[in-house]
């Protein structure tokens, strides 16, 4: 159901958080030079990583959980409103060109639909209604991980996607910026990034979002870790769309095995541009149907492949 708080209450519950409390020591930033100002932002900015340090048990447990269940098949979706949301959508679609995931692994849902990433859309955050019409058509199962984002931790879209997912047996991550926030309270595993006050009172999109970029940045790239995505730090599943993609497939697989120029074409060729493939038949020294059945025989861990070549 759509919230129905007296504005009263609303002002009261806001001055109690912290990313929303007033800092009377900027109470004149509209007067200093540019450069101060932006000084003074940038040392807001260099506090975020810091904030993010003190939660990585927290964020790394809660990662490992996500990697055994998209081990199974099982998908993650984001679910927030305004930045939070765009941010959600954001990690969700660099995921496809990155790791090579189906567009259907990673989902980002925001609230008032793909029309509220360009323009606000009053009211969506206040709708559970909202979160459980955008997570019903992606029937849900126990394999799936949903994570609901606000920087307040008490958006009634992104509780209600947690709870609608709780309900069906997910794992449920509460992604917040205030201590002791509901959002955290409804999750499997809360994760509260406490960055304090922000530059102007109350804008969210600033160090909290930053922090909620890194986070998420964390669950997705550890997560595609896990899953055999990269080999070291070479994105050897990224897929190749484009010209430049292209050309860092050509080097990605240079520097997994230091082969020459014509070979590695001939490698990628063979293996239809398949970056882990074409590796594998120049490490292994495999022709392109054997590194794609021992690729599917180690669920599609290249070093694991490695292992097991004849």
Not at 92 to 108: H, I, K, L
Not at 112 to 118: E, L, R
Not at 133 to 150: F, Q, R
Not at 242 to 262: C, M, P, W, Y
């Amino acid at each position: 159901m759509t919230s129905t708080s007296h504005p009263r209450d609303l002002r009261t519950e806001l001055e109690s958080l912290t990313t929303e409390a007033f800092r009377p020591e900027l109470a004149d930033i509209d007067r200093l030079p540019t450069l101060d100002i932006a000084r003074l932002m940038n040392g807001e900015d260099a506090t975020v990583a810091g904030a993010v340090a003190a939660r990585l048990p927290q964020i790394a447990a809660a990662i490992d959980a996500v990697a055994e269940r998209m081990a199974r098949g099982g998908r993650l979706v984001y679910a927030g409103a305004g930045t939070a949301g765009r941010l959600g959508v954001l990690d969700a679609s660099e995921c496809p060109p990155t790791f090579n995931t189906d567009p259907s692994r990673v989902v980002g849902l925001i609230a008032g639909g793909p029309d509220a990433m360009v323009t606000s859309v009053e009211g969506a955050e206040d709708s559970r209604d909202l979160a459980r019409a955008g997570l019903e058509p992606l029937a849900l199962t126990p394999d799936d991980t949903v994570v609901g984002i606000s920087a307040s931790g008490r958006t009634p879209y992104a509780i209600g996607a947690v709870e609608y997912a709780r309900d069906r047996g997910c794992l449920t991550i509460g992604l917040a910026c205030n201590p002791g926030s509901p959002l955290a309270a409804a999750a499997d595993h809360g994760i509260e990034i406490v960055v304090g006050p922000e530059l102007l009172t109350g804008s969210t999109r600033l160090k909290s979002g930053t922090a909620q970029k890194l986070v998420l940045n964390m669950i997705s790239t550890i997560t595609m870790i896990r899953l055999g995505k990269t080999y070291g730090n070479l994105m050897v599943d990224v897929r190749a769309s484009n010209d430049k993609l292209r050309a860092r497939s050509h080097r990605i697989v240079a520097l997994a095995t230091g082969a020459e120029d014509k070979e590695i074409e001939e490698a990628l060729t063979a293996t239809d541009g398949e970056v882990k493939n074409a590796i594998l038949t120049i490490l292994a020294d495999v022709d392109g149907p054997t590194a794609a059945r021992l690729l599917e025989e180690s669920g599609g861990h290249l070093r694991a492949a490695l292992g097991s070549r004849p």
